[in-house]
């Protein structure tokens, strides 16, 4: 209401306005949710996010309420930003989350839309457990010569296992890894090994989905290689009596190599001469007196080595 108060009330009557009534009313507000993730595993948590904004400008205060369906979630303050924040750690399930808020002096109440939150269960991996067979192309060989080890890898429920690595151990000492091929196998081929026994075996060395496992051990022998003693240059009689007589003759292995060691000659059991073979496995040998149908029993011997066999090669006249 105003009121007019004149300066001079004898010329001029004062006068006074009808009441005029403001209403101010609270500025409405808009709610909207957003969550982390709408798509999670049981047993993780997920973040609610509801943003207030009001009209003109105002200040929206107060609380959130978070519900699901009917079923309240919780309820947090709005910050000074106007947003309130709620984590909730959500079982397995489908949720429909909606944000309520709850309005102020100055700002009305207002609601989000609603967002779905799909919890999925924990998928736990089976896992199996495996056996791995281990086999050898051949349990006996000479030395120069390899095996082939072969690992197979199969499921408790007896298919292939296709995935992951083997190993192959000679004792305690890995010889080397390989992965599985599609069949569930996997080869190694093992050089080198010297005169004796030996103990292989295989490790599947698993997966997530798939236990570890190891296989008998296979026993492989390694023996001498033998050797083949034979003439390249034989001996022949018609010389003149008592001249000397030199033969020549190569030491031959069965597999590889230069055998080393010495050739003897023996005439009645009675060593004649002794020489030593050289790199190619050639020797030379005499016959000091000449060769002739007189001489008897006639024996050349190979003394082998560490790594080769002895051999004979006889001639009886």
């Known amino acids: 209401m105003a009121t007019f108060t004149p300066s001079n009330p004898q010329a001029v009557a004062g006068s006074a ?17 957003n969550a982390t993730q709408t798509a999670t595993a049981s047993g993780a948590t997920v973040t609610v996010e509801a943003t207030v904004k009001a009209v003109f400008g105002a ?9 699901n369906g009917a079923t309240v979630l919780g309820t947090a303050s709005v910050n000074g930003n106007g947003v309130a924040r709620l984590t909730l750690p959500l079982a397995f399930s489908s949720y429909s989350v909606q944000a309520f ?36 192309s051949t349990n006996s060989l000479a ?12 499921a408790a429920n007896g298919a292939a296992v296709t995935t992951g690595q083997v190993q192959f151990f000679r004792g305690s000492i890995l010889l080397g890894t390989l992965n599985l091929d599609s069949y569930g196998q996997a080869s190694w081929t093992v050089n080198g090994l010297g005169v004796g026994s030996y103990g292989l075996r295989a490790v599947y060395v698993g997966t997530s989905n798939f236990l570890t496992s190891t296989s008998t051990v296979a026993t492989v022998t390694v023996s001498k290689q033998a050797t083949r003693l034979a003439f390249v240059t034989p001996p022949t009689s018609g010389g003149l009596v008592g001249e000397p007589v030199t033969v020549q003759l190569r030491v031959t292995p069965a597999v590889s190599g230069s055998p080393i060691g010495t050739v003897t000659l023996t005439i009645n059991s009675a060593i004649v001469g002794t020489a030593k073979v050289d790199g190619n496995g050639m020797v030379k040998l005499t016959f000091p007196t000449g060769y002739n149908s007189g001489l008897g029993s006639i024996r050349f011997l190979y003394s082998g080595s ?11 006249r």
Not at 117 to 132: D, E, L
Not at 307 to 315: G, I, K, R
């Open 101 to 136: 808020y709850s309005g102020s002096s100055t700002a009305t109440a207002s609601q989000s839309a609603t967002k779905t939150v799909v919890v999925s269960p924990v998928v736990t991996p089976v896992v199996q457990s495996t056996t791995t067979k281990l086999t050898a």
């Open 59 to 67: 200040a929206a205060f107060g609380t959130v309420t978070f519900k």
């Open 143 to 154: 030395i120069g010569q390899s095996v082939r080890l072969t690992a197979r890898v199969k």
């Open 17 to 33: 306005s009808s009441q005029l009534s403001i209403a101010i009313s609270a500025a409405a507000t808009t709610t909207t949710l």
């Open 306 to 316: 560490s790594t080769f066999e002895s051999s004979t090669l006889d001639l009886s």
